[in-house]
């Protein structure tokens, strides 16, 4: 009878020990990504991966939601005080993983230390309007800026938060073994190395919405195909880039979830508007010396002969959404005014002739074939469109590496490229890409066209500078509506994201920054 | 003996000379790295000040020059993109490809050469023809499908392996090392096959076809007509004597898998040396590029010089010749 009890007692106790063990793998989260970070310094990198990594680790001065519209983080508000002054609270009551409190010393000193310590993807784009940070006291920050800055709250979704003692020097070996590696996030590093598995722990203390998550394991696994089957084989409960063969696949099959959300990229053609082309158009076989691209009757055929529904339904696999301007219509500056993109090969055909070419030219066409999802397919794709406006053009999609330094060398006469609008406004996007490239005034530095429109440079640095939210915006909508109907460049498609995980096991809002935050993923209900 | 040890030591300097001035070169020819690693909203003077500080506003000499010097103190400087000393960025990764490397040269060994010594001694039997069947194979299939065909059967269909990534690992001298648990060996098989594969294919070839040619010499006639049992015959006089290729080629297979497993490594997500190399010249962080491709270097005039020493112990007549 007595061995009967134990045997029972033994039951039960093996039942509630295989509970504890079921309970515990629920709260285990086990990520496979694309990218991880480059170190644990959240001062090293403006990577998309480094700075998606760290939010779990290290909290940003101010935060954005899953639209990258700014609230509050550990800045509860910021209001400017004067033209060349904001004014930040800091929250109280916010814990450093070993206990101490955020103050806005630590802010200060994170806003001082990015110069000293980081690397060739530099973050000093997101402190260089900063003159001079001034603690008024331990919640209240105030920064002066070089000029009227309207725009620093947007720079600071990306300031990083470290304690104030960890000092000066970049050290990214003891971030990454963890002991200078203390911030105010969601959660604790565990362990990192790079290019491995990044694995962390719930923090207790933390002052947001308690995470769900106990452990969270992010294991990076670059190769499409390995991501993919790290989820199939259950060694993963999600994934993040699910590329599109795959989702097709995946949409008849009842063993993975998918998530889809818009992204921020959007695949955009640029002309060289030089005098003289650096690869010269032929008609009939012959260079001209001309460039065509400078008529804007020119710009507008090859508009024309995009059939962007074609580019989202066929090329796409649906992913997308046909893209009227450079940046998603309802970020900031964005119009809500321009048209769809219309699709007329007729159209397209007469405006040529018009322009002096009926029988089309030749040009060649270059792209990058492993930056975005789908970027060499659109690129192809374009090809054989304008050539049913009668148009010759030869696509060739190639490396980012090989792709990046000749485009900055403007060895192109025409080629795409995507553009994110990370800052979810258009003073980011505008001020790079279609303001002269003037170094004066830091504007235009990936304006490779050489565009050049005296009127709308003087716009955006008006906008720029204006403090006011609700002018400022007008402001963008003009320079948006000038920019895109003059075809300084030719928007296409903005891509969607792809995120799968095991079937039930989570609820998961896509978030158009595609940041793929585990605090932000909760267990199904 | 010391002689052709410094011999060997000159070649390889120079080699590595030579290597280093490509590498700097080609990716000279490509671009400025920042031009691939800046964020799109630097503004120009940003780009400037970068380019300055990492010197590559200098001549192409000048910045090889200063490289060279760094070298020669054993500094071969930090990562662009990790900004960790390189040397123990790759030394890091070092033990991963090691094990996988092993681990495959081993599957390699122990079941091609016995495969194509049968296929050798019995050239016109069924079992021969399915053995050469299979070594055709081994070699002609790429090895990215045959990986992503092991990972749908085994991980994904049957769930039997894991599909990717490398098991928990101990420290054994220093080395970290994954396959004395059961689970590692489970992450491990899977990789070590797939790269096993194409060597396994050559290795039945060369061992078949030294096979074929030495049971017909003269020696082995004279054996079998000794009376010699044919185990012998077999073991000690012809075994000895196809050795020789099959190290040859055992030593060069050993060399360019460690250097280039990157296509398993990165099929499998193991986190070895291939895919640190591969992501480098992605974003041309040549301090990385430049110290792998040194190592690499090394690496080879290393298996080369151990093969040469092994073919003295195979065959005394080359060591009487290093000799001379």
Known sequence: MKSFALAGALAAGLMAATALSTSAQAQTLTIGVRAGPESIDPHWSTLGSHAEALRHIFDTLVGVDEDLQLVPALATSWTPVDDTTWEFKIREGVKFHDGTELTAHDVKFSIERIPVVTGPMSMTIYTKRVAEAIVVDDYTLHVRTNGPAPTLPNDFIRLFVVQDDIGMEPRNEEFNSGEAAIGTGPYRLVSWEPKGDLVLERFEDYWGEEPHWETVIRKEIPNDPARVAALKSGQVDMINYVPATDYAAMQRDSSVETFIGDSVYILDIYFSFADQLPMKVRVDGQEIDENPFQDARVREAFDLAINRDALVRVVLEGLGKPANQLMPPHFFGGSMDLPEREYDLERAKELLAEAGYPNGFEVDFRCTNNRLPGDAAVCEALGQMWARAGLTVNAEAQNGTVFFPAVSRKEYSMWMSGWGTLTGEASYTYGSLVHTNDPEVGLGAFNRADYSNPELDALIQEAAAELDDDRRAELFEEVTEISMNERILIPTVQLQTVWAAKPDMLEFTPRIDQETLAHHISPAQ | ?324
Request: glycine share 8%; no cysteine; charged share 15%.
């Open chain 2, 1 to 324: 003996m010391i002689g052709f040890l410094i011999q060997r030591l000159i070649q390889a300097i120079a080699v590595v000379f030579v290597m280093s001035l490509i590498v700097f070169v080609g990716v000279y020819a490509i671009g400025n790295p920042i031009d691939v690693l800046i964020d799109p909203a630097a503004d120009q003077a940003l780009r400037e000040a970068l380019i300055r500080q990492y010197g590559f506003d200098q001549p192409l000499p000048v910045q090889y020059v200063t490289f060279l010097g760094n070298m020669l103190t054993g500094d071969f400087g930090e990562s662009f993109v990790y900004r960790l000393p390189v040397l123990d960025l790759i030394l890091s990764r070092l033990p991963a490809t090691l094990e996988l490397a092993l681990s495959a040269m081993l599957i390699a060994t122990l079941v091609g050469i016995p495969l194509g010594i049968w296929a050798g001694y019995k050239p016109d039997s069924l079992s021969a023809k399915l053995i050469m069947g299979f070594s055709v194979l081994g070699f002609s299939v790429p090895t990215f499908w045959v990986g992503l065909l092991l990972i749908m059967v085994f991980a994904v269909e049957l769930g039997w392996l894991p599909s990717g990534g490398r098991g928990p690992t101990q420290e054994v001298m220093g080395v970290d090392v994954s396959i004395l648990t059961g689970e590692g060996l489970s992450h491990i098989l899977l990789p070590a096959f797939n790269l096993a594969l194409f060597k396994l294919g050559l290795l039945i070839r060369l061992a078949r076809a030294g096979m074929v040619e030495v049971m017909s010499s003269d020696f082995v006639r004279f054996a079998r007509a000794q009376g010699l049992p044919e185990r012998q015959v077999v073991s000690l006089h012809v075994l000895k004597n196809i050795a020789i290729p099959i190290v040859t080629v055992f030593g060069l297979e050993f060399g360019s898998t460690l250097a280039f497993a990157v296509v398993t490594e990165t099929i499998f997500n193991w986190p070895g040396m291939g895919k640190l190399i591969i992501d480098s010249i992605m974003l041309l962080d040549r301090p990385v590029m430049v110290a792998y491709l040194i190592l690499v270097v090394i690496l080879f005039v290393t298996i080369n010089l151990v093969v040469d020493l092994t073919y003295g112990q195979l065959d005394p007549r080359i060591r009487t010749k290093g000799a001379a």
